[in-house]
Structure formats: C-alpha cells, structure tokens
C-alpha cells in the first residue's frame, strides 16, 4: 500500500490528511486553541485523595487540577499488591511527574497517568515499566525475536514497545532511538528532581510530527504546503526520524494541494449523506440520536431477478467503503449496516469477512457482530473525539436541526486560505474580506499572519457560507 501524508498550513488552521493508494483515509484538523495536551508531562503535586473515588486530584499548573485514578498512579509503586488502593500509593502534598492520557472534556480536567511514555518513530519508551512489547502488526516471529533481542541486549532500564516501523528500519537506527529516548527520560527525571511543583517538564509533541510518525511503516511521500511548516517539520525530522527527510518535499505548486491531489473533494463527499460506489450503487449514512445506520442502496441490482453474484459484488464495494468512511469521519457509538440480502451462507461469510478485513487496524477498537440472514450488521467503535462532521458543520437552526451548515470557524479557515493563496500566486493586495459577523470574528484572529494588508469587514447581510475577497 502507498501511503503518503500531506500537511497543509494555513493562518487558522492546518490540515494533515493521510493518503492510502491515491484516496483520503484520515484527515486531522488543527487549529490555534485546541492544541491537545495529550503526551506533555508535568511535575505535579497531590492536591487530594479522594479513597471513595480511588483517585487523586493533582495540581499541574491549569486551571483545573488533573485527575489521577488508582490505576494510573500504581507505577509510582510497582511492587504494591494489586488490590492496593489510592490511598497506598499516593498521599497528599506528594510531588510526582505526571502525564496527560486525556484531554478535558467539559468540567473535567486532564486525565493524568504516572506511567510515563516516551514516544519516537520507532519505539516507545516507558522508562518506568519493565519489558519489551512488540507490535502485534509485525507477524513474522524470526522478526519479532530480533527487535525483542535487539533492544533487550541494551540493557537500558524500564522498558520498550516496538512500533510497526521498526521492522524496516536498520538495526543501528533503532538502537540510536533507543538511547536517545533513555538519555531524554534521564535529563527530563534529574532536570525536575530540584524543581518546585507545579511545573511543566515537557510539552506535548508537535501534532503534525505525530501524524507523521503514526503513519505506520515509511510513508512514500510526505508533502508539505507551507514554508514555516516545512521547516518546521524538516528541523524535527533531522532529530527524530532522519531516514524520512527523502520523502519530505516542499508543494510550491500554484494550485493548492489539496486541490491538486483531489482531497478537497473527498472531504466534501465525507460530510455528505450519500456515497457513490463504483458499481453504481451507493452508501447511505443517516446519524440518530442513538446510532449511525447505513444502508446499501444496489441500484437495480437490488431486484429480485439479480444473480447472487451482482449482489455479493455491490456488498463487497460497499463493505470497503463503509469501512473507510467509518474511520475517515471518526464515527463512533452503534453502528447499525443494512447490506443487500444475500441467500448463499457462503456469500454471507465472504462479506463478513470483508468487512472484518476493511476494519483492521482501526484504532477505534471497533466490536462487529455476527452478519445476520437479512443482511444486518451490528457493532461498535470506540469515540476518539468529535467527528468529523462535528469539526466542519453545525446544527442548522432554521430547519430545526434537519440540515446542518459548515460552522463559522471552518468557513473563516476556508477565506484565510483562500487569501493565503491568492497572496502567494503574487496578488498585491491590500486586501478586504467581507464576511458574516461570526466568520469575520474568527478571521481578525489571523491579520497579523499574513504578508499582505487585510483588513476585515463584518457584513450582518452576507450569509454564513459566503464571503468576499476585495482589494482595497
């Protein structure tokens, strides 16, 4: 599979989409103000133990203190009996470092763990909990066995996890990461040992760095539209994951990049209700309070005279594509699929196992149950944050909720690069955008990030989804 991770930067917000064979399979949106605190490590003091909650709250230097369970504190004390509760392994007052696993969600703060990881290309380093886990997606034993032995023989203390990456990187590479991430968790621990709590130790990494990193196995392409991001990104890479500066490159292309490699449109047919399949047919998806039900619309293949073969065919495409929506728009909660009826069990299984296939690897943890004779499929994914089509439309008031209109933050995104564009294809500016009062909110934020004057001009007469690029 070619896999190739395109970023692009904009002034209010960056777009990280992740290409599988030619077609969008992730799309991360990032914007100034919702950086996840995922991954930065404080140096905490217990505020409160709470045993009837079998947690701690910990302040970390926010405004609302982090949330500690019992769970996540036992690798302070590692040799404590299982059944230990919270107020065996922390008391309050104590000074700890800690690290966010969980943003805040609503009145709650950050969920905190004291098992600190380390995360490179390659390998994970939980310097606190012994032992070396490898990656279930590398299958090959004789494979497994030489990373475990590899990193094993290092003698390094704590522990690894060995990333799918590692098995076609050079050994010597992944020896280097190894003892970096050691030599990092040493200057990080002895740096706050003399430091006063609470005090950030480390801040959480870059997100597009991440993306990068997860892509799994060495991307083919990583295609940058943006010189501070590229740069930016080319300074980490140098540091974290050298052998993957030959695919990074520069778009300086006139037309947008994500225009020319046709995702623009992918994510428009992602927040659409209906999705065509090469067949003919399509893929309904329809969101409830409740759960999500799609249905498998054949077409004409759907009669009642078609052969068995047509219909496994149409369910086939559909299982495929169902399974990269599912993941592309983050959709979580009860699934309910509606497939074209097949009589043959032996088609069922075929399909079903389709669909088992299109799903693995999903980081959602998805739970599919068993296809049924009418052709339904229940099942369940994990929630890993707001879909997608939360991210970029809103509940339209006027239609009570029926439709749903793009939010003023990702209209104002698309008037800031829309601009970006126009500046860097050599338009002299200055510049006036006219837009809905809510939009123009969003867009005063970015002024100071662009090369050009602009000025914004809130219009209570233009419409939410419209807007206008003047010069002055």
């Not at 991360?28 to 404080?42: F, K, M, N, Q, Y």
């Amino acid at each position: 599979m070619k896999i190739e991770i395109l970023v692009e930067e904009s002034p209010l917000e960056t777009r990280v989409a992740r290409l599988e064979d030619g077609r969008l399979a992730a799309l991360d949106i990032l914007r100034p103000g919702e950086e996840s605190r995922i991954g930065a490590i404080w140096l905490g003091r217990v505020r409160r133990v709470v045993p009837g909650m079998e947690a701690a709250f910990v302040e970390i230097g926010e405004a609302k203190a982090g949330f500690l369970t019992a769970t996540d504190a036992r690798a302070r004390k590692p040799e404590a009996p299982r059944e230990a509760g919270i107020g065996a392994l922390l008391h309050e007052g104590e000074i700890l470092l800690v690290q966010a696993i969980r943003d805040p969600v609503g009145e709650k703060g950050v969920r905190l763990s004291a098992a600190i990881t380390l995360a490179g290309r390659d390998l994970v380093h939980t310097p606190l909990e012994p032992g070396i886990r490898v990656s279930r997606k590398i299958e090959d034993d004789g494979m497994r066995k030489r990373l475990s032995a590899l990193i094993g023989g290092l003698g390094i203390a704590g522990g690894f996890v060995v990333r799918t990456a590692a098995a076609q990187t050079p050994a010597e590479a992944v020896v280097a990461e190894a003892q970096s991430l050691a030599a990092r968790w040493t200057a990080l621990s002895e740096g706050m040992r003399h430091q006063t709590a609470p005090r950030l130790a480390s801040a959480a990494p870059d997100p597009v760095v991440e993306r990068v990193l997860e892509a799994g196995g060495s991307p083919d392409a990583i295609v940058v539209e943006g010189r501070v991001a590229f740069a930016r990104l080319r300074s980490t890479l140098e540091t974290m994951a050298p052998q993957l500066l030959g695919c990074l490159a520069l778009h300086a292309e006139r037309q947008a990049l994500f225009e020319a490699r046709g995702v623009e449109g992918a994510i428009d047919l992602a927040l659409s209700r209906r999705v065509p399949l090469p067949s003919g047919g399509a893929i309904v998806i329809e969101s409830t309070e409740a759960l999500v039900a799609i249905d498998v619309d054949g077409g004409s293949v759907g009669a009642a005279g078609d052969a068995e073969a047509a219909r496994l065919r149409v369910n086939l495409e559909a299982a495929e594509e169902i399974a990269r929506q599912v993941r592309l728009r983050d959709i979580g909660g009860t699934i309910v699929i509606d497939f074209i009826r097949l009589r043959e069990p032996q088609s069922r299984r075929v399909l079903a196992g389709r669909l088992e296939q299109g799903f693995a690897g999903d980081s959602g943890a998805p739970r599919i149950a068993p296809l049924s004779i009418f052709g339904l499929v229940e099942m369940t994914r994990r929630r890993t944050g707001p879909s997608l089509d939360a991210r970029l439309s809103e509940s339209c008031a006027p239609c009570e909720g029926s439709g749903r209109r793009p939010t003023s933050a990702a209209v104002a995104a698309e008037a800031a690069r829309r601009l970006s564009r126009a500046i860097r294809a050599g338009a002299a500016g200055p510049f006036r955008l006219v837009a809905a009062p809510e939009v123009a909110a969003h867009l005063a934020a970015a002024l100071g990030r662009f090369d050009r004057p602009v000025s914004i001009d809130p219009d209570p007469a233009c419409a939410r989804g419209h807007y206008e690029i003047l010069t002055a």
